[in-house]
């Protein structure tokens, strides 16, 4: 096989193997999408029914997932090297959160929120240290 021959075939093979790789990175996404997908169910966000002294009692949580993704290729020519190259990559992040108790009884509905006294604890720290440092930097200015 001559060169030229060779370098015609690389060429003919090149969209086949950028197509594989499209499939392949598109299947990926369509997995991790149902995962996240599935992290976002209405059995995630509200618990089992507990049944206890007459009373039912939901438990409710708050489910957020962030994702993203990103597929690229290209081609770069010079007269040393003939190159192509293609890659993806993605990444993301669920989590869940009590935000509250719903409790049904004789006397009615009611929703009982959740509250998580280290998320304030960690909020009036930050806050004051940045005060703190603010006012100890104007300080210093004058």
Do not use: C
């Not at 790789?21 to 997908?37: G, P």
């Not at 998580?116 to 300080?139: E, H, P, Q, V």
């Amino acid at each position: 096989m001559s060169a030229s021959e060779t370098e015609n075939t690389s060429e003919a093979t090149l969209p086949e193997n950028e197509n594989a790789l499209a499939s392949a990175a598109l299947e990926t996404i369509q997995d991790t999408m149902d995962q996240f997908m599935a992290t976002a169910d209405v059995n995630a966000v509200f618990g089992e029914t507990i049944k206890h002294q007459g009373n039912l009692i939901l438990p409710a949580a708050e489910v957020v997932s962030i994702m993203g993704f990103g597929i690229g290729s290209g081609a770069g020519v010079n007269e040393e090297n003939k190159g192509s190259g293609s890659g993806g990559g993605g990444g993301g992040k669920t989590f869940a959160r009590p935000v509250a108790v719903i409790v049904a009884n004789e006397q009615g509905v009611q929703v009982k929120p959740v509250v998580d006294f280290t998320k304030i604890y960690l909020t009036a720290f930050t806050t004051l240290a940045f005060i703190t440092s603010a006012w100890l930097r104007m300080r210093r200015g004058k």
